[in-house]
């Protein structure tokens, strides 16, 4: 298949729709879990102790309500102060049994990870148990490409490396960019040329045929799957090498009748992910199969039998740190988990093509719609982050199960957030194929079709 074609059914695939967006809400507390400890800092010991009971909800965004219910809280605001992460937040209304509490704009700088709830009343501390995690909002923007051809020509797949750097697979330019934290974009690897080579001594001298998935390893080596050569590269310093694949379109492993280093065999990769253990998991695409690269280079098959019934056109592709293996299963509309035994299931979504997050009343992943999911990623704090390529939207799924929409009105277009508009649900995509994250919770996509880098920045 050539990168024309495969460009041509991503482009077929591409519906102009206008939906309207679902809020949100996640509400949690009581029970033991939000209970809380009072502490005694040695202030005046004729003041009752507050105590937390529960907090509701458990993950909000910056300005939104949060209600923190108990007892011996000041009977008016400024008696009492609270704080989120160590970080004080607006009080609202107050009473001795309640608080509303606007959750501060700066706890992005804290990060994603759950932080504490804390009361003071004259001097007197309660903790509740229960954590609150941040939902940060987030400002999109074009990191990279002004649209035209010459500087991105539908890149598909982004990573990133622990340094800050994007690593972007521009398919049709048949290169591998790179680009830095402050935005300067380069060519990491490719002529440009549509054809195969590998070069040991000048990475811009190697070929690929239409590069659509890339991958960065501990080590700052780049993998590649180079789609329409059958074959996953390998990119160091010194140059661009052939991990597995002889450019044959088909299915191989190696296996007793096959055994390594005789040649294995691909059909149109499309993703890559590296996991801890240096192992290269693949979404054969067309073969319809996840498969598997030891380090040594021995392949294997993974998951899936190549019939459209089990995967039908897996695209993106992440492992956890448990070593679960997140597939984007573009034509089932699926998010799919695979454990490191082979075992798959059901991530996210009904397998509808639609449009839905998770009801707010059941939060149940699976009652979630999604239109040929594209991109896959991680952040720090265990979210599923997806690119959810029809919808044009990028979607989240937390660790507890709840799928969100972060960024994008399901239009086709390039809005970008404005100093007058900065709701991230009215920015703008066609057609998003790539997403990675960050340490710092930066979100970076490859939108295909606008020919950009576009980039979530958390508020």
């Not at 501060?104 to 804390?118: C, E, F, I, R």
């Not at 044959?248 to 190696?254: G, K, L, Q, Y």
């Not at 573009?330 to 035994?341: G, V």
């Not at 449009?355 to 265990?382: C, E, I, W």
Request: include cysteine; charge should be neutral; glycine fraction near 10%.
């Amino acid at each position: 298949m050539k990168i024309i074609g495969f460009s041509s059914y991503l482009r077929s695939t591409m519906l102009l729709l206008c939906l309207v967006t679902s809020g949100l809400f996640v509400a949690c507390g009581g029970g033991d879990d939000s209970s809380s400890t009072p502490q005694n800092n040695g202030a005046d010991t004729t003041t009752a102790s507050p105590i937390i009971n529960s907090f509701t909800p458990t993950e909000a965004k910056h300005d939104e309500i949060v209600t923190i219910t108990g007892t011996n809280f000041g009977a008016t605001a400024g008696a009492n102060t609270a704080t989120f992460g160590g970080i004080t937040a607006a009080i609202v209304t107050a009473s001795t049994t309640q608080l509303t509490v606007r959750v501060p704009k700066n706890l992005a700088a804290l990060g994603a990870t759950p932080n504490s709830v804390q009361v003071t009343v004259a001097g007197k501390t309660a903790t509740a148990v229960a954590r609150f995690t941040y939902a940060p909002t987030y400002m999109v923007s074009t990191f990279a490409g002004d649209g035209s051809a010459e500087i991105f020509n539908v890149p598909i797949g982004v990573a990133v490396d622990a340094a800050g750097n994007v690593y972007v697979a521009d398919s049709e330019n048949n290169r591998i960019r790179k680009i830095t934290p402050a935005g300067v974009v380069s060519t990491l690897a490719g002529d440009g040329t549509y054809n195969f080579a590998d070069n040991n001594t000048n990475p811009l001298l190697a070929r690929f045929k239409g590069p659509s998935g890339v991958a960065v390893d501990a080590a700052g080596n780049v993998y590649v799957a180079d789609s329409d050569n059958h074959r996953i590269r390998k990119i160091t310093s010194a140059g661009v090498s052939t991990l597995a694949g002889d450019g044959t379109a088909d299915w191989r492993d190696h296996t007793s009748t096959n055994p390594y280093p005789s040649p294995a065999r691909f059909k149109n990769p499309v993703g890559v992910a590296v996991d801890a253990a240096g192992n290269v998991l693949v979404t054969d695409n067309g073969n319809n199969r996840i498969r598997k690269i030891t380090p040594v280079g021995v392949v294997s098959t993974l998951a899936g039998d190549g019939t459209p019934g089990f995967f039908d056109y897996p695209f993106g592709i992440v492992v956890d740190a448990a070593g679960h293996v997140l597939v984007a299963d573009y034509n089932n509309n699926l998010i799919r988990k695979i454990t490191p035994a082979g075992v798959v299931s059901r991530l996210a979504g009904d397998g509808t093509y639609g449009f839905a997050d998770s009801a707010p009343n059941t939060n149940n992943p699976l009652l979630a719609k999604f239109r040929y999911p594209a991109g896959v990623a991680l952040d720090a704090a265990g979210n599923v982050l997806v690119a959810d390529f029809n919808n044009n939207r990028i979607r989240k799924i937390t660790p507890a199960g709840v799928v969100s929409t972060l960024a994008g009105d399901g239009t086709l277009g390039s809005a970008d957030n404005t100093a007058t508009n900065t709701n991230p649900l009215q920015a703008q995509f066609r057609g998003p194929t790539g997403v990675a994250a960050d340490a710092a919770g930066h979100i970076y996509v490859a939108d295909a079709f606008n020919n950009r880098i576009r980039k979530l920045t958390p508020e």
